[in-house]
């Protein structure tokens, strides 16, 4: 396996970007199809990054009776990091919903953590590992690719860039978790399979659903930037394509891709967007 050979750093951070005031509905480049993608993904964080942390967290005693002791700090970093994240888009999903937005998915998310309250934990901690896939695929494209974030608002800018960077920094704790507690690769499999079309209905269906309240939805410029966005010179897609393939590796692990020069380079860039609240080394696996 190909990792590293030295180690990154996991911080929660405090970020200081104030939403109390609202922000513009297209705050994306002035761009529909732009803005409201990303809205639609907060939609699903606040629910979904709680359900991680409870997954991730239910193995930490376990991880930690097994002597590997760095793995549950970064457990608990992991909850820090994600518990940061929930509390900052719900402020900013409130504001879409006094803007009138409804948050189809949200309600969806619910009932699914609802009727899956009695699977296996283990089942759960694999939802974890194929959802924390995408948010790390997600976050890399942001730090990698100036075009994606170039023409966002500064305000929302340093909070999607900060989320992408922890995203990055924490993506191999449910996957090492995960096998730390014995998660087999035909589970693993099957999971990611799932959510990788669950995933992008659901994102989809949100934006579809704001869009058609702003009256977008069947604009030929707003299919165009969807276009633009996906099949372009720095597309989603063609980003997204590889790491999505390498996933299904039985020997796959997050930190073959290394990307600890995009996290040195947002550190450097935004360190005044936010405040650290710690900084602890992270293990990787060697």
Known sequence: MSTPNQHASMTIRHIDADLSKGFPIYWNNNDAYRSQLLNAMSFMFPVGEQFFIDSVRHFSKQVEAQGQVELAKEIKLF???EATHRHVHQQYNDHLISLGYAPWVEGVLKRMMHRTRNFPPITKLAV????EHFTAILGDGLLRHASWSEGMT???RAIWLWHAAEESEHKAVALDTYNAVGGG???RMALFLLISVEFA???NVQMALM???DGQLFKLKTWGSALRFWLGREGILWH???HWFAFLKPNFHPWQHDNRDLLARWQQADTAAYRPLNNTPTRHPA
């Open 201 to 203: 209905i659901f994102a």
């Open 211 to 213: 869009l058609h309240k």
């Open 240 to 242: 997204t394509a590889p």
């Open 79 to 81: 909850a820090g990091q």
């Open 128 to 131: 974890t590992v194929a959802y």
């Open 154 to 156: 500064p305000n929302m």
């Open 185 to 187: 690769y035909l589970r």
